[in-house]
């Protein structure tokens, strides 16, 4: 069983696995009430799907499977408290590798775009409940949701 810790997402290179963008410093912010904005340029053509989900969990977890997107970018944003988003540049074509998962915290204010093809779970909380939001498409084919086992084993995390 593989083990890997935590590291900030300002701490790593991220162009990699997709963009980063801090809200916090994008135009649009008002720092007294943390409200934020960004303009998507091109305009969004696609119906886009926006979910949010609650994640619980206590100072570890596993990674045991993920998913990825070919035919999109996927968005992801903590909502008010920090999150832990697990991540992995494997082969697209193949599964998810546990010496490729990279755990990053996401701070409020700090916004991901996956590449297409980019492995990732279902984030977690950093220390408490949180809440997390994400923007997606898929083109309707089920291999683009398809949750696939991490392989050769699970990745434990510990914060």
């Known amino acids: 069983m593989y083990g890997s810790g935590v590291v900030s997402i300002h701490d790593i290179d991220f162009s990699p696995y997709g963009r980063y963008f801090d809200l916090r410093k994008e135009r649009g912010v008002k720092t007294e009430k943390y409200e934020a904005y960004m303009t998507v340029d091109p305009p969004v053509e696609r119906p886009l799907k926006f979910g949010m ?30 999150i832990i988003l697990s991540i992995a540049a494997s082969d697209p074509a193949g599964a998810p590798r546990a010496g490729d998962v990279v755990n990053l915290l996401l701070e409020p204010c700090d916004l991901v775009v996956l590449k297409p093809g980019i492995w990732h779970d279902a984030c977690h909380a950093a220390a408490q409940r949180a809440m997390y939001y994400f923007l997606s498409y898929t083109n309707g084919d089920p291999s683009e949701t ?14």
């Open 146 to 159: 398809t949750w696939v086992p991490v392989e050769p084993s699970p990745v434990q995390v510990k914060r």
């Open 53 to 82: 989900t609650v994640c619980e969990n206590g100072d570890a977890f596993e990674v045991d499977s993920m998913e990825r997107h070919l035919s999109s970018e996927e968005v992801l944003f903590a909502g008010d408290k920090p």
